[in-house]
């Protein structure tokens, strides 16, 4: 536990590093001016009119070698940056894509619900037609039974004269 707490606070000590730098600096030039005579102040040479500032061109979170002297929280901090981004878009991705595909489904099933309808539609005109083809069928047996039995009673009203006309004969 002693070696943790240890190591974050070396981790902040490297973190802020370079602003204690810098205050230190300006702590010891304002310590240095406070020692200076007013005629000291005022001499052009030493304390010219005007500053000159240095900016750098790239900043330190931009530069990938400075990782190093800026802590490992720092860095660490960069890095889950980074990959909540990245996760941020990917899901931003995969969201996208799911309704995209739940819109697709959707028309699969509207189709498949249509063609289910144009089906039933279809069976039920087989169905019907072949209620009607059965119907005439059936008649069509039944007329031949009745001429059938037409024949039937012609044959046996043939048959009856003939032997009438030969019982006669």
Same mark, same amino acid.
């Given at each position: 536990?002693?070696?943790a707490i240890?190591?974050?606070?070396?981790?902040n000590?490297?973190?802020? &590093?370079?602003? #204690?730098f810098?205050? &230190?600096?300006?702590?010891?030039i304002i310590e240095i001016?406070?020692?200076?005579?007013?005629s000291d102040?005022?001499n052009?040479e030493w304390?010219?009119? =005007?500053?000159?500032?240095?900016?750098?061109?790239q900043s330190?979170?931009?530069?990938?070698?400075?990782?190093? =002297?800026q802590?490992?929280?720092?860095?660490l901090?960069?890095?889950i940056?980074?990959?909540?981004?990245?996760?941020?878009?990917e899901?931003s991705?995969?969201?996208t894509?799911l309704?995209?595909?739940? !819109?697709e489904?959707?028309?699969a099933? !509207?189709?498949?619900?249509e &063609?289910m309808?144009?089906l039933?539609?279809?069976?039920? @005109?087989?169905? !019907?037609?072949s209620?009607?083809?059965?119907?005439?069928?059936?008649q @069509?047996?039944g007329?031949? /039974?009745?001429?059938?039995?037409?024949?039937?009673?012609?044959? #046996?009203?043939?048959? /009856?004269?003939?032997k009438?006309e030969?019982?006669? !004969?």
């Amino acid at each position: 536990l002693l070696i943790a707490i240890m190591g974050d606070i070396f981790d902040n000590i490297q973190e802020n &590093a370079n602003s #204690e730098f810098l205050f &230190a600096r300006a702590e010891i030039i304002i310590e240095i001016e406070n020692m200076l005579s007013t005629s000291d102040l005022k001499n052009e040479e030493w304390f010219p009119i =005007w500053l000159q500032v240095l900016v750098p061109t790239q900043s330190d979170e931009d530069n990938g070698s400075s990782d190093a =002297w800026q802590g490992k929280m720092r860095a660490l901090r960069k890095t889950i940056t980074d990959v909540e981004a990245k996760l941020g878009s990917e899901i931003s991705d995969l969201k996208t894509k799911l309704v995209e595909s739940d !819109a697709e489904r959707r028309l699969a099933e !509207a189709k498949r619900d249509e &063609a289910m309808t144009e089906l039933s539609t279809q069976i039920k @005109l087989s169905n !019907a037609k072949s209620d009607r083809m059965e119907e005439m069928l059936s008649q @069509l047996l039944g007329q031949k /039974t009745e001429e059938e039995q037409i024949d039937t009673k012609e044959e #046996e009203q043939n048959d /009856t004269k003939e032997k009438e006309e030969g019982g006669e !004969a």
